[in-house]
Nanobody, 119 residues
Framework: QVELVESGGGLVQPGGSLKLSCAAP????????MGWYRRALANQRVLVAA???????TYADSVKGGFTISRDNAKNTVYLQMNSLQPEDTGVYYC?????????????WGQGTQVTVSS
């Protein structure tokens, strides 16, 4: 069974930083696009940042300049460095491994990790 294991969430004051990690040991990691999503209103997950298998990065406009996504293919792990956090960044963050380019069945989600930005 494929499982994505997220860590690094928590409570931080405005202006602070957190680094999220997502280990994906049994996914086709090197050929998967990896992304971080945040649960929004209506229980939808909106993209925060993504990195393709080739290393191209995409960010939501609201986090550009503050968040950095990176991946370590040797460790099957993706990271999200979040700096200058603000209360509006609060939410549950989910890791996604999307390998559907090579395998139509390969799309996996983590359980989510809570990030709370509050003074």
């Amino acid at each position: 069974q494929v499982e994505l294991v997220e860590s690094g969430g928590g409570l931080v004051q405005p202006g602070g930083s957190l680094k999220l990690s997502c280990a994906a040991p049994r996914t086709p990691f090197s050929t998967s696009a990896m992304g971080w999503y945040r649960r929004a209103l209506a229980n939808q997950r909106v993209l925060v940042a993504a990195v393709s298998s080739g290393g191209s990065k995409t960010y939501a406009d609201s986090v550009k300049g503050g968040f950095t996504i990176s991946r370590d293919n040797a460790k099957n792990t993706v990271y999200l460095q979040m700096n200058s956090l603000q209360p509006e960044d609060t939410g549950v963050y989910y890791c996604n491994a999307d390998g559907r380019v090579t395998d139509p069945e390969s799309n996996y989600w983590g359980q989510g990790t809570q990030v709370t930005v509050s003074s």
